[in-house]
């Protein structure tokens, strides 16, 4: 199975279970790799037999800035669940999201989630 990546997507978005989370917004970031079968894109040299990247940016742009979740957990299986939904070829996606700086003591260099889902 072949990957598309898209690595680093920067987000500000409002998700978390403290109200301030809520209120005051934070930085996300997050990595997506899509699995599926690109033999017939390479083979044709054509972008409808693949995933569009700007596509795929722009689903995980509206589920990080156009909902709001309590947990990086629902935040992940939203948008897995939308990109196995949205590109029909892609047959796995795994998701990571990323909190740089989630309201909790210590010194760390960020807390993450990271799924993967498949088309059954």
């Known amino acids: 199975m072949d990957k598309i990546y898209l690595k680093g997507m920067e987000f500000y978005a409002y998700h978390g279970v403290f109200p301030e989370e ?14 599926a079968d690109l033999s017939e894109a390479a083979a044709e040299d054509n972008l409808e037999k693949s995933v ?15 909902q709001t ?15 196995l939904q949205k590109f029909n070829i892609v047959e796995q996606a795994t998701v990571k999201v990323i909190k740089p700086d989630p309201p909790i003591p210590g010194h760390y260099e960020h807390v993450a989630i990271e799924i993967t889902r498949a088309k059954t």
């Open 22 to 35: 809520n209120k005051l917004g934070q930085r996300f970031q997050v990595d997506l790799v899509m699995k």
């Open 52 to 66: 569009n990247y700007a596509e795929a940016h722009q689903a995980v742009k509206e589920i990080m800035e156009g």
């Open 69 to 83: 979740f309590d947990l990086v957990e629902s935040i992940a299986e939203s948008i897995a669940s939308n990109i």
